[in-house]
């Protein structure tokens, strides 16, 4: 077998092999959705299970009150999930895990837990057999969690492929373009800023001063509770969220607030690849930017403008620990690219495959009009 992530069809196969225990539909691209049961606890705070324990054991050995799954889930609250899937790998296979958009957007924080692993969203050592947990909390807004709902997505790999510095810059030229809109141009050498050692590019925010309107920002003391498994478009956007206005290329982040922004990149992603948007350390500012950090096979290569490719913007999470004065184009987050065993037979631009295809600057999650 090749190396690198694994695409739907490889995936499907493993469903079916017996490695995967999950509903066959929840497979996308080069990920499957996990799905939340119905056992739940309260947890006092966030947690880490102790290395080489199980998850069940740490549960029962802590006498965690049951948390029952058709209640809200208040801000703050921190609840733990079985979910429905399991595990059971090859001795060469891994997984890592990443919050859906749909998660990021809802400022749910979602960790993916297994048994044995003192890290989140780590799948590993290679050959994990076992159960998966869910550890989740809102942090804007109080939210309904029914048993059915997804909130994080697992990716599987053989070995690690991601692009490296030293071919990283020529492979964005030739195979990953980058777009800007204002110019009307990809990026070019001269363009790029390579984050040596940590194998990723830079991106930056778009507050250009024309637009005025440049993002939102979650309302303090919501009320009414949305429901992961409601259908789109159901709750107003106004009664969750404010709009976020540029001055002259600056805004204002505030401290301990959340915001859905974008990036002023348009990025297009082959088939042959997946990527994943990485939070930017500490000397770059008190902020930690885009908690649903991965990005399907396909995205934004059928986005199109006087008859070429030119991709499709992130919106991006971000939170301030402090208050901020950002302007256009400050670097906001990181873009790793990794590559594929093989092709997706089905890639994020593929017709109806997502809400957030038409996006093209900062969209609220699905579930708002």
Excluded at 99 to 121: C, E, F, N, Q, W
Excluded at 240 to 267: A, M, N, Q
């Amino acid at each position: 077998m090749k190396k690198g992530a694994f695409p739907d069809f490889i995936i499907e196969q493993m469903v079916n092999i017996g490695y995967i225990k999950t509903d066959i539909r929840n497979i996308k691209p080069s990920s499957i959705d996990l799905t939340l049961g119905e056992d739940r606890f309260l947890l006092p705070a966030t947690i880490s299970i102790p290395y080489g324990k199980s998850v069940w054991s740490y549960v029962k050995e802590n006498n965690f009150p049951r948390f029952n799954p058709k209640d809200i889930v208040s801000v703050g609250q921190v609840v733990l999930a079985k979910l429905e899937e399991s595990l059971s790998l090859r001795s060469d296979m891994y997984a890592y895990a990443n919050p859906k958009s749909t998660t990021g957007r809802m400022d749910l924080h979602a960790r993916l837990i297994a048994d044995g692993s003192v890290l989140y969203d780590t799948v590993r050592p290679k050959g994990y057999k076992g159960e998966l947990w869910v550890m989740m909390q809102p942090n804007s807004f109080p939210v309904l969690l029914p048993p059915g709902s997804h909130v994080n997505q697992l990716r599987f790999f053989n070995e690690d492929t991601r692009i490296r510095d030293l071919e990283l810059e020529d492979f964005i030229l030739k195979e990953c373009p980058i777009y800007y809109p204002d110019e009307g141009r990809y990026m070019e050498n001269r363009d790029m800023t390579v984050k040596r050692g940590d194998h990723s590019i830079l991106l930056s925010l778009d507050l250009r001063p024309e637009h005025g309107f440049v993002g939102w920002v979650a309302k303090e003391g919501a009320k009414d509770p949305v429901n992961f498994l409601s259908e789109n478009k159901k709750y107003k956007k106004e009664d969750y969220f404010e709009p976020v206005h540029s001055k002259d290329g600056y805004t204002l982040l505030e401290k301990g607030r959340f915001y859905i922004l974008t990036s002023y990149e348009h990025l297009m992603i082959p088939n042959h690849c997946a990527s994943e948007i990485a939070p930017l350390d500490e000397r770059f500012g008190e902020f930690r930017s885009h908690y649903a950090g991965f990005i399907d096979p396909g995205w934004g290569i059928d986005n199109r403008k006087d008859g070429r490719s030119i991709g499709r913007k992130l919106t991006m999470e971000v939170r301030a620990f402090e208050n901020i004065r950002v302007y256009h184009r400050q670097p906001i987050a990181r873009l790793k690219i990794e590559r594929m065993i093989a092709d997706a037979k089905v890639s994020y631009d593929t017709p109806d495959f997502s809400n957030y295809q038409d996006q093209d600057g900062p969209k609220l999650a699905k579930y708002f009009f």
